[in-house]
């Protein structure tokens, strides 16, 4: 690990003031970027948008989120398996609480490039999340139902059978004819 540049020297005499003196981590990455990373996954729902940054804090930082030994296929499958930002948002926010005690407790032990602590990126990925969560879940509702629809038909057809629309079109999500 590089010497801690300047601006996370800083940070770590701030937080020698405020929470004391230990030994605490500093990152290459920056806190800006892991935001950006996570708000720009959110809003396009692309896990192409997870990088190494987002990876790093997700499986440091949150309890409940396993490596699967890389970021994308050979070497793992964190972006395959999180390919639905609805499975990311359920556990995150499974371990809110969790989160929310060590962000109270105070007491970071990483400082990013940028100077940001791991505890103030972790504040932001909780807000973005709460503020993402409904319509993500929607949308993967009719990601899911859409492909369950596509699998049945696929399946349907294989077996010389037309699948037909029943019930009423105008109810959310019903399928026109």
């Given at each position: ?64 989120v396993i490596a699967h030994f890389?970021?994308?296929?050979p070497d793992g499958g964190f ?37 940001e602590d791991d505890l103030t ?57």
């Amino acid at each position: 690990m590089k010497e801690p540049t300047s601006t996370q020297q800083a940070a770590l005499k701030r937080l020698e003031k405020t929470a004391g003196v230990r030994r605490r981590y500093t990152s290459e990455d920056r806190g800006s970027s892991i935001v950006r990373q996570f708000r720009l996954y959110l809003e396009s729902e692309d896990a192409s948008k997870i990088g190494q940054a987002l990876y790093r804090y997700l499986t440091l930082k949150i309890p409940f989120v396993i490596a699967h030994f890389g970021l994308v296929p050979p070497d793992g499958g964190f972006r395959t398996y999180y390919q639905e930002p609805a499975r990311l948002l359920a556990d995150i926010l499974a371990h809110k609480q969790e989160l929310e005690d060590r962000i109270a407790r105070g007491d970071p032990d990483t400082v990013y490039s940028d100077g940001e602590d791991d505890l103030t990126v972790t504040r932001q990925v909780l807000a973005l999340a709460e503020e993402h969560l409904d319509r993500v879940l929607r949308k993967g509702r009719q990601r899911g139902r859409a492909r369950d629809l596509g699998n049945a038909e696929l399946l349907a057809a294989r077996h010389g059978y037309v699948l037909a629309p029943t019930g009423d079109p105008a109810e959310p999500g019903a399928i026109a004819p």
